[in-house]
């Protein structure tokens, strides 16, 4: 199951029988960049019962971590880059 999310792509997946896990994706599927340091996706939460749960926690996760400010990261500092 795919969601998407506040420039992310959220996708529910089966890491064990009956454990759903989240992974976090940009929407332009550059990679995520935090401190200097590129996430190509971020795997969040815990193993919950059904996708649905799963993709609920890694919306939770985006706003409890306010990712949205990474979701363009990469293209204003690629922006950046050009003009130096």
């Given at each position: 199951m795919q969601y998407d999310y506040d420039g992310f792509k959220i996708e529910s997946f089966?890491?064990?029988?009956?454990l759903?896990?989240?992974?976090?994706?940009?929407?332009?599927?550059?990679?995520?960049?935090?401190?200097?340091?590129?996430?190509p996706a971020l795997e969040?939460?815990?193993?919950w019962s059904d996708p649905d749960t799963a993709i609920a926690d890694a919306i939770m996760q985006i706003n409890h971590l306010k990712l949205?400010?990474?979701?363009?990261?990469g293209a204003m500092q690629q922006a950046e880059q050009s003009a130096a």
């Open positions: 089966e890491a064990g029988r009956g759903w896990h989240a992974r976090i994706r940009r929407a332009d599927l550059e990679p995520v960049i935090i401190d200097g340091v590129s996430f969040v939460g815990f193993a949205k400010r990474y979701a363009t990261a």
